[in-house]
């Protein structure tokens, strides 16, 4: 079975930075692109960042420069290092492994998701 597990989250300060981690098994990152997404309560899920098997990514506007989207091939895991957070990051952050071939920030194309972390900024 394929599991993507969410670490990292909790509260952090305004112009802080907090890294969330994205351990998989029985998957490997690197078999197809992969995002970061964040969901609060009464909205749509939304894209954060995405990389490729190429290491190419694409982050949201929002993001403005402050996070960056990696992976560790040997520890199988991915990363989302989110710098000079703001208030308005504060959401649970999910990882997720996308349909064989796409690249991008739509949720309906991802597969595989894990439960979520919860980063609150103050």
């Known amino acids: 079975d394929v599991q993507l597990v969410e670490s990292g989250g909790g509260s952090a300060l305004a112009g802080g930075s907090v890294r969330l981690s994205c351990a998989a098994s029985?998957?490997?990152?690197?078999?197809?692109?992969m995002g970061w997404f964040r969901q609060t309560p009464g909205r749509e899920r939304e894209g954060v960042a995405a990389l490729d098997i190429d290491g190419i990514t694409t982050y949201a506007d929002f993001v403005q420069g402050r996070f960056t989207i990696s992976k560790d091939l040997a520890k199988n895991t991915l990363y989302l290092q989110m710098n000079s957070l703001k208030p308005e990051d504060t959401a649970m952050y999910y990882c997720?492994?996308?349909?064989?071939?796409?690249?991008?920030?739509?949720?309906?194309?991802?597969?595989?998701w894990g439960q979520g972390t919860q980063v609150t900024v103050s």
């Open positions: 029985g998957y490997t990152v690197n078999s197809d692109s």
């Open positions: 997720a492994a996308a349909n064989w071939g796409y690249f991008g920030l739509h949720t309906r194309e991802y597969r595989y």
